[in-house]
């Protein structure tokens, strides 16, 4: 953890704990808070919760079973001014408070208050508000038909075969086009996100058009339902935050929008991003933060429901895995509900296509399963990952937590590899330390751990490797492989950070390396957006609310680097081109990835035989040196051509080897093909 951050971290957590590696799995500390809350109260079966609308009239339930009354509200406004109109809910059975209201309310904003122990809380939008309006402060009624944009209803996910395939891209909305090199005229927008032929000034591709000369099949999202730290009502200054400050989950976040104060602008422009996505052959993932809110004691949750929602230490403080002032009880009915049925809807109304899931390591095992479960019975191309740890103590046993090292009780659904990416490039969070590209050669079994997708390999020597010792994925699809993400430095500014001596050619060698590791690993990779054109936040360890002249793409770096992006658009289409690197389970990769032994200290050496995935090549050679010196190899026979020699790609085959004694540049990938 960075210590220098935990000043920040009081009531509202600001940032992203992503990074946090294995050493942050820990161990039960006390035990939950066994009240009332947890086993003795109704539960609700149904899927009507918050606001059901139709012209002819309006249905609001609220679950809240020790609540003493709750009032409905309603403004003209989505800021100021008073309350219209106020209605009394009656209760009903399963804890329920309803009221139906016989009139079309369509464009009222509106608010519940719930009276607790003889306390009358402040209003809050509902937890399962649709529609916001100015700062999530007051929902909207919505007709969420008008919202859908022309041929929504045609909408169709680009194909997917299977999960190996995917090329996940990692980006900000604000960051990917609110720099002028950018183009966009929406800039920092949904809209922005989708506009077409723009170009930085140098006529180079930018945006959307940018994302389809790469190649990649899956846009990550930070979050981007409505989040907390953004005043909504001042958007003409300058604000940043990543997002992970969740306010209302269920209705996109309105500085996105060209109108944060109209509910239904937010949610058709979120709705236009998908489709043209979609139309432009690219899925579309979410980032999640199910695990803690921005706020506590006010929180959406709180404020129906005060302490239910979240775990509880003996003395009735709120538990802090997420280090951001509370944790969400996701073992709870009532929340595992909201969870499942908050996803569904996501899918169900914005036809989004996967979930990144913030903290996954703070929810428990069952939940995550049923999840899976209930979303692959909607779409069986749904992707879900997460990040397989905590940024503290849980009260939830290690045992029964979504945690990377619980990865095989989890069903179809994928974990960060902090393994290989620390291997790769030095641990995350000390400048100094250096890995496999930086030429320290004790990583070997470690790569070769990320290489076989973290499943079992006879070859790997697990006492050996940097984290995990043994394997925790049963298949590869399990395992998401990366070296840089939002999360602290840029690979650029990492590989710069670590060796501050080096040459601009020798950084530009370790980014290289450090990419075609991953991208030629078994798994699905990850790149964070900007690294093909070597993006940097200038150094910045934790850009969570940093300035847009730290986070913001700068486009017009693409024509100095214009030699990397070709390298990583080469890098995409060679694991699209050969699925020998793109293999679906724990027995192919047994039976077709072969290490080669006795390699040279700093050089790992593998085949793919015996075409491998269903190609029509015979057998690949993957040769990586991590050391800065050449080195000399001995092939293993065989007719080879070069598919990567010296970072030229020839993807069809071009220089032949016969076998036998090379040599191998320093920093580099050298990648053979045996033809049938």
């Avoid at 990416?421 to 990320?450: L, M, P, Q, Y």
């Avoid at 006492?463 to 394997?471: A, D, E, G, I, L």
């Avoid at 200290?601 to 190609?615: C, K, W």
Wanted: aromatic share 10%.
């Amino acid at each position: 953890m960075n210590t220098n951050l935990m000043t920040f971290l009081k009531n509202i957590c600001l940032i992203s704990w992503g990074l946090f590696g294995c050493s942050s799995e820990t161990k039960e500390t006390s035990k939950i808070e066994n009240t009332a809350t947890t086993n003795e109260l109704p539960f609700y079966e149904g899927t009507d919760l918050g606001l059901t609308y139709s012209p002819e009239k309006s249905i609001f339930k609220l679950w809240s079973p020790k609540a003493e009354a709750v009032q409905l509200h309603f403004y003209q406004h989505d800021l100021g001014g008073k309350s219209i109109r106020t209605e009394n809910l009656k209760k009903s059975e399963k804890g329920i408070w309803k009221i139906e209201i016989h009139e079309d309310l369509e464009g009222l904003y509106y608010t519940f208050q719930v009276k607790f122990k003889g306390k009358i809380l402040e209003e809050t939008s509902g937890i399962y508000a649709k529609a916001v309006g100015t700062n999530g402060q007051r929902a909207m009624v919505v007709d969420l038909a008008k919202t859908n944009p022309k041929g929504w209803q045609n909408d169709q996910r680009p194909d997917l075969k299977q999960f190996t395939d995917i090329i996940l891209y990692e980006m900000h909305i604000r960051d990917f086009t609110i720099h002028e090199s950018s183009g966009a005229k929406n800039r920092g927008k949904f809209l922005g996100v989708i506009e077409e032929n723009l170009t930085n000034s140098l006529g180079q591709k930018t945006g959307l058009d940018h994302l389809k000369e790469l190649g990649i099949t899956h846009v990550h999202l930070l979050p981007v339902f409505d989040f907390q730290s953004i005043d909504e009502s001042k958007l003409d200054s300058a604000q940043f935050n990543w997002g992970y400050d969740p306010q209302n989950y269920n209705t996109p976040e309105g500085s996105y929008s060209t109108n944060p104060a109209d509910g239904a602008v937010r949610i058709r422009e979120f709705k236009q991003l998908v489709k043209k996505l979609h139309e432009s052959g690219i899925r579309v993932i979410m980032d999640v933060v199910y695990n803690h809110t921005a706020l506590t004691p006010n929180s959406n949750f709180n404020l129906e429901f005060p302490h239910y929602y979240y775990r509880l230490n003996k003395d009735k403080s709120f538990s802090n895995a997420s280090g951001c002032g509370n944790e969400t009880a996701s073992e709870r009915p009532m929340m595992r509900k909201f969870i499942l049925e908050s996803v569904k809807y996501w899918v169900e109304e914005y036809h989004i296509d996967g979930f990144r899931f913030d903290l996954m390591g703070i929810h428990d095992l069952e939940t995550m399963n049923e999840i899976s479960t209930e979303l692959q019975k909607m779409d069986s191309t749904i992707f879900i990952y997460g990040e397989g740890w905590t940024a503290g103590a849980s009260l939830l046993p290690d045992s029964v937590r979504a945690l990377k090292n619980n990865t095989l009780q989890l069903k179809n659904i994928a974990v960060f590899s902090d393994d290989i990416r620390d291997a790769i490039k030095g641990h995350w969070s000390n400048e100094t330390d250096k890995g496999f590209v930086n030429g320290i050669t004790n990583f070997s079994e470690s790569i070769k751990f990320g290489i076989a997708g973290a499943t079992q390999h006879p070859q790997i020597q697990y006492k050996k490797v940097n984290y995990s010792k043994t394997p925790w994925a049963k298949h590869p699809a399990q395992t998401i492989n990366y070296v840089a993400c939002h999360d602290n430095q840029t690979l650029y500014d990492k590989l710069k950070t670590t060796d501050r001596h080096a040459s601009e050619e020798k950084i530009l060698k370790m980014h290289r390396l450090a990419n075609t590791i991953v991208f030629t690993s078994q798994g699905v990779p990850f790149l964070h957006a900007g690294a093909e054109f070597a993006r940097t936040k200038f150094g910045e360890h934790n850009s969570y609310k940093s300035p847009d002249s730290i986070n913001q793409i700068d486009w017009n770096r693409k024509e100095k680097y214009q030699n990397l992006v070709e390298y990583y658009q080469n890098l995409i289409r060679l694991r699209k081109k050969y699925p020998a690197f793109r293999l679906v389970s724990n027995e192919l990769i047994q039976k077709h990835l072969q290490f080669l032994p006795e390699q040279p200290q700093g050089i790992v050496a593998y085949l793919l035989t015996d075409y491998a995935g269903g190609g029509d090549v015979k057998q690949i050679l993957v040769v990586l040196n991590g050391k800065e010196a050449k080195q000399k190899i001995n092939l293993p026979k065989g007719d080879w051509e070069v598919l990567l020699k010296n970072e030229q790609f020839s993807l069809e085959g071009g220089e032949k080897f016969q076998g036998g004694e090379t040599e191998i540049s320093g920093i580099s990938a050298l990648i053979l093909m045996e033809k049938s």
